[in-house]
């Protein structure tokens, strides 16, 4: 409910530099030497309270369209024809309703409102739905806040954010009401994308993939969508998004500019009337969302990759200023776009003040929330100031932000170049918006139109109609771009082994993710890991007392292995098959449940990681996706994957729907595939490292023996993390053992110990000792190793400790060849177990049994493919509807099926899954004996089911036989 409404002619501002209507947000502000909260990617749900929306007209003159007290509005936009503002509105943010527990998150949550803007009716669209996984937690779905004790409860409420107009009368917007928590912090809640009718209506998660987090869904005239999005999956740095790009029904998601300038994050975004995007560019948490301005274009020359080269040396410079003393101090990233370039080089988007200007006094201020606007303008917010919460080396005065017009998008060299259109120095103006058509900025009524997720069954024999799976693959895995673009020359460009210094290399941190050095003739299969988001179970029974998990790996997400897919293929005469390219042919392609989210790992023939894409992925039910030509080769242009081998019609494709197939190596050395009789597969410390510990390690590293200066027998619990697991998991502030050689006295880098080295066991001591040989791809004498383990005087000739590694020194417990008390199959589950990320199990530890790893904390794939949404041009004869489930299974017997129209003479609202016939591989049919009569009746059709770990996933489909137009539902005429 909106705490105050009003319509007010007020203040009397400067005069206007436009000739049209601008929409923005009056932010309070409290003078020079108060700092003042706005939304950015840290803290997306905190805001000042007391931040109205405007409408400022030519003159000068302004209204009030929502007059808050303690509510505030941000995140407004203009529809397509110029007559609504959509908004988001935080009920309540003043200091007593926020959760001081949860980041100050309002109790009272935030919902999306539109306006009518001639006649100023209001109309809300969400209304604070919350959605939980209800296998994951006992949960009240109608209350996230507070619930009575016997039920889990959020303890804030549900934020609607990010309103964005769609062709087709659809509006994409970002929600945390599936209420999960990001794996690793650094923002708060999780928001991921949807997408519903203007009205409210056909609400779908478009993209479970955001596990990270999603923000501000931006149209672009081609009729796709950008987003920001947190890229911080694996071990990459904590603060790194970026924008990409993906379909409003969300398929064809991919990257626009990627996350490779950590710590920066790339936020806020626009097209302007010549089809360039803006961008901005800014340091998290320390700016307030204040930072540097940049543009490309959205389209490229024939045959011109997308993205520069991984080694930002090869990439154009950047201007950027960043002091006065320095002056003009370019920079460059991997994988730049093509045409990328400065808006405002007179600024930077780091986390120190901005620089001081020409006049020698003033600093020049930073920007953020840029606009198009006709005549190929850009609306923009600018402070003045040094636009930075930290001392450096100053912070005041603080954010004054105002108004301005970057005319024709031309770069800004100084503060004067600049056109004002409003700043009042009692508030923050923030969030400008032309009231202008469409039309008026990019030339045509409303951006193009895509189709809403087909799934026909025309795109491959493996997906009929209405299935609820998707088919993934690539071309090859040889044109790749893995390879870091910050790297070692010591170790031939990769990241050392452990060093005191900072940022040597970007591998596993932000750009690249290479497990020691390899060649391409080492890649022998890829790996599916499904991927699952973390329910924020923190108050209630079973809560998870520390984080919001009860489990710990070195991801903070749960990893399941969904198959192994060997790549080699061979002639009959056993020549290898090769690619258009000349190389041999490693494509391939799978079937799995759309909707879940999974990443890759490229593997050896001993089933050990190479590179890893530390990021997630998604299909959508229906939708093939093999068009990335390569492994994460975005400064290459693309293999095509017709012509290779998984393209043909004689080729298997792996079906990772019920099975596992998993990589062996038999007792001649030869690779061999197992089925594993599930649908994933886990590999968890408890349940398959500790006994092989126990059976074949403790006898010498235990508290007696101790060889090695590991023991491996104690199991006391130090954060509900056992001793035995500490030593060899968790140890980076080397707590246990022999001590790091560097100064520091910790292990850095990647390792999580002396032992392992997260997400590579070819680079981790203890597989070498169980496999029996060195497998980083170096050899010993590569590099200098300390001759007294720990004891860095004994590096030999006095090296530099930063340039030491270990050595496999092949013993009697550790002989060359391996351990030949332990099974090829048990080395193998070690490796898999650290390029998991070390998972353990802490739930029954923590008094929550079930609620750890093995918890399945994703709701299953429920699809409704017929009737379609809205208009039905075809007669309808049929529900039509998949299911699948990537973990634990559907449980048909929840399945419920209604509708509120008669079905083959069952009255509206009866239970029709008992007519429902399964016609194979997920797919449910209900033939409707007459075809409903064709008018513009609103008819709906609720389904829902559970996966056998009780969550339950529900549809609602609002459709029409007839043609109508859902704009005007509400009652609103349209205005000649």
Excluded at 561 to 566: D, K, R
Excluded at 705 to 722: F, V, Y
Aim: glycine share 8%; net charge negative.
């Amino acid at each position: 409910m909106i705490t105050c409404l009003s319509l007010i002619a007020s203040y009397k501002g400067q005069s206007a530099a436009v000739d049209y209507d601008i929409v923005y947000v009056k932010q309070p502000r409290f003078g020079d030497t108060v700092n003042t909260i706005w939304p950015e990617i840290a803290h997306p749900g905190r805001l000042d309270y007391g931040a109205d929306l405007m409408l400022l007209h030519p003159d000068g003159s302004e209204e009030t369209l929502v007059d808050c007290e303690v509510c505030s509005v941000t995140d407004p936009v203009i529809s397509f024809d110029a007559q609504w503002v959509y908004y988001s509105l935080f009920h309540d943010v003043s200091p007593g309703n926020l959760n001081t527990q949860r980041g100050d998150l309002p109790y009272q949550g935030a919902d999306i409102f539109r306006m009518h803007l001639q006649t100023r009716q209001i109309q809300q669209l969400t209304h604070g739905e919350f959605t939980p996984n209800t296998g994951a937690g006992n949960w009240d779905e109608s209350n996230p806040l507070n619930p009575d004790s016997s039920y889990n409860r959020l303890g804030y409420g549900i934020l609607n954010l990010g309103p964005m107009p769609l062709p087709g009368n659809k509006l994409a917007f970002t929600s945390n009401r599936n209420g999960f928590g990001p794996p690793r912090g650094y923002t708060n809640p999780n928001m991921q994308l949807y997408v519903m009718d203007v009205d409210g209506a056909n609400v779908e998660a478009i993209a479970p993939m955001t596990i990270g987090s999603a923000l501000h869904p931006t149209i672009l005239n081609d009729g796709r969508l950008m987003f920001s999005t947190l890229e911080t999956q694996g071990i990459r740095d904590l603060r790194l998004w970026a924008i990409w790009t993906i379909l409003p029904d969300g398929r064809h998601w991919q990257p626009l500019v990627s996350a490779m300038t950590s710590p920066n994050a790339f936020h806020f975004m626009t097209q302007i009337s010549s089809g360039d995007i803006v961008v901005e560019q800014y340091y998290n948490l320390n700016n307030n969302g204040f930072g540097a301005l940049y543009k490309f274009p959205v389209d490229r020359p024939p045959n011109q990759p997308q993205f520069g080269s991984p080694f930002p040396e090869l990439n154009p410079p950047i201007e950027q200023t960043v002091n006065q003393q320095t002056g003009l101090y370019p920079f460059r990233f991997s994988f730049t776009p093509y045409g990328y370039q400065a808006v405002t080089p007179m600024t930077h988007p780091g986390d120190s003040a901005a620089p001081i200007g020409d006049n020698g006094i003033d600093r020049v201020g930073k920007f953020t929330q840029p606009s198009a606007a006709p005549n190929n303008d850009l609306l923009v917010v600018w402070t003045p100031g040094p636009a930075n919460d930290l001392n450096r080396p100053t912070t005041v005065p603080y954010y004054d932000g105002g108004l301005y017009v970057i005319e024709n998008s031309e770069q800004i060299w100084q503060p004067d170049d600049l056109v004002l259109i409003k700043n009042d120095p009692n508030f923050n103006e923030a969030w400008p918006r032309a009231v202008v058509p469409w039309q008026a900025i990019h030339g045509t009524p409303e951006p193009a139109s895509r189709e809403w997720l087909p799934n026909d069954g025309q795109l491959n024999t493996q997906l009929p109609a209405g299935t609820p799976y998707g088919l993934v693959g690539s071309s090859s895995l040889y044109k790749r771009d893995t390879f870091p673009g910050r790297g070692s020359d010591d170790f031939d460009g990769l990241d050392p082994f452990n060093t005191s210094q900072n940022r040597v290399s970007s591998n596993w941190s932000w750009q690249g993710a290479e497990a020691g050095k390899y060649e391409n003739n080492d890649i022998w299969a890829i790996r599916l890991l499904a991927m699952e988001p973390n329910t924020h179970r923190r108050y209630g029974p079973n809560y998870a007392p520390s984080g919001s998990t009860d489990f710990y790996n070195h991801a903070n997400e749960r990893l399941r292995i969904m198959g192994e897919i060997p790549l080699r293929k061979e002639n009959p005469d056993g020549s290898p098959i090769l690619d258009a390219e000349g190389n041999p042919d490693t494509s391939f392609l799978v079937k799995i449940p759309a909707d879940t989210p999974f990443t890759f790992q490229t593997l050896d023939r001993k089933g050990m990681v190479l590179n890893m894409s530390q990021t997630w992925h998604q299909v959508r039910p229906g939708e093939v996706r093999t068009d990335c030509g390569g492994c994460h080769a975005h400064s290459q242009q693309p293999l095509d994957f017709a012509g290779t081998a998984a393209s043909l019609p004689d080729y298997p494709v792996w079906d990772l729907s019920k099975t596992t197939p998993f990589i062996k190596v038999n007792d001649q050395g030869e690779n061999e595939i197992e089925n594993k009789p599930a649908k994933v597969v886990d590999v968890e410390f408890y349940q398959d490292i500790r006994p092989i510990l126990e059976s074949h390690c403790v006898g010498c590293h235990n508290g007696n023996q101790n060889a090695g200066n590991l023991n491996l027998t104690d199991h006391s619990l130090d954060d509900h993390l056992p001793g035995d697991y500490r030593r060899l998991a968790k140890d980076e502030s080397a707590d246990y053992g022999y001590p790091p050689v560097i100064h520091n006295g910790v292990w850095r880098q990647t390792n999580a110990s002396r032992y392992i080295r997260k997400f590579q066991s070819r680079r981790s001591l203890l597989t070498w000792k169980v496999f029996g040989e060195r497998l980083d791809g170096w050899l010993n004498s590569d590099h200098p190793t300390a001759a007294i383990p720990g004891d860095a005087s004994s590096i030999p000739g006095g090296a530099n400790p930063d340039l030491a590694d270990l050595d496999f020194i092949p013993s009697t417990a550790h002989p060359a060849g391996g351990m030949n008390t332990l099974t090829t199959d048990q080395k193998m589950i070690i490796a898999r177990w650290i390029d998991l990320g070390a998972p353990i199990d802490t739930a029954e530890i923590r008094g929550n049994p079930g609620f750890g790893w093995f918890l399945d904390d994703l709701k299953p794939t429920l699809s409704l493919s017929l009737p379609r949404p809205n208009f039905n041009p075809n007669p309808v004869t049929m529900i039509r509807m998949g299911l699948a489930d990537a973990n634990s299974g559907i449980d048909l017997s929840t399945l419920s099926i209604k509708a509120n129209f008669m079905v083959n003479n069952l009255p509206a609202e009866s239970e029709l899954s008992g007519l429902a016939i399964n016609s194979g591989d997920g797919i449910f049919q209900i033939p409707i004996t007459s075809a409903l009569p064709v008018d513009i009746t609103e008819r709906h059709i609720r389904a829902e089911v559970a996966d056998h770990q009780g969550n339950i996933k529900r549809v609602d489909v609002r459709f029409y036989t007839g043609n109508p137009d859902i704009i005007f539902i509400d009652g609103f005429e349209p205005i000649e």
